[in-house]
């Protein structure tokens, strides 16, 4: 745990567990498997993949930053944007000793913002926004190694073992859309790049809504954002006057 009431986790192994605990309570599991149309199907709904099809009576959508053309105008929703993450290698015990010694896992509140938290192994973690549209530049990541050096000098003989980057999905409100595509389709996105806390609360709200509960958040239509065809000049330009603002927000302290 790091501050009063914070913390973090390692996202993989709590996404292992999640899986585990649905498997036990007998949930088959596919991966690999990626639907490629949806159609009504009677009563029910056909969900197609490269492998094969199924047939189900609702279908629940959560394919946040990855969300493409499997429901027309659900990719419209939300913006994708690219977010990567460094990693040394496991620190020695003298450069520990000076970086985060409480443990602290540290976000910071600018417009453009960096975290950062060293793990179980002693590697410094460090992540950002990216500054491509596509997560495979290779020279991705190469802004976070500077910044990291900027905040910790004493980080310039560290090895930089780990880098990788993903898809997390903004929306113009900041807050994550749960909606109603048609009779039992559902989708849940928008986490805007907090999918750990909030990817497991829409899961909470989805699972409701498909027990005929009710969820406690609000069941929207799709909703699509104007002007989508023109998100990576979008995206560009909150970068931009993002970080004007920070520095101007810095200079005034």
Request: glycine share 14%; charged share 20%.
């Amino acid at each position: 745990a790091s501050g009063q009431g914070g913390g973090s986790v390692q996202q993989l192994s709590y996404g292992r567990g999640l899986a585990r605990a649905a498997q036990g309570a007998g949930a088959r599991l596919f991966g690999g498997s990626r639907a490629k149309a949806i159609t009504r199907q009677g009563k029910e709904w056909l969900i197609e993949t490269a492998k094969g099809s199924l047939q189900a009576p609702q279908v629940l959508i959560g394919t946040n930053g990855y969300t493409d053309g499997i429901w027309p105008g659900l990719r419209q929703t939300v913006v994708p944007v690219v977010s990567v993450i460094s990693a040394t290698k496991p620190l020695s015990p003298n450069l520990l000793a000076g970086i985060l010694p409480g443990g602290h896992a540290v976000s910071e509140t600018r417009r453009i913002l960096y975290y950062y938290r060293l793990d179980d192994a002693g590697r410094f973690v460090m992540g950002g926004r990216g500054v491509h549209p596509e997560v495979r530049d290779p020279s991705e990541g190469d802004h976070l190694r500077a910044t990291a050096l900027a905040y910790f000098p004493q980080l310039a003989g560290a090895e930089w073992e780990f880098n990788w980057s993903g898809y997390v999905a903004m929306t113009p409100e900041h807050a994550p859309r749960l909606c109603r595509l048609d009779e039992g389709v559902y989708a849940g996105l928008g986490f805007n790049g907090r999918g750990v806390a909030m990817g497991t609360m829409m899961g909470k709200q989805m699972a409701a809504l498909i027990c005929g509960e009710d969820p406690d958040m609000p069941v929207e239509p799709l909703r699509p954002i104007p002007f989508h065809s023109f998100r990576a000049l979008g995206v560009a330009w909150f970068r931009l006057t993002g970080h004007w603002l920070d520095r101007r927000d810095q200079q005034a302290v």
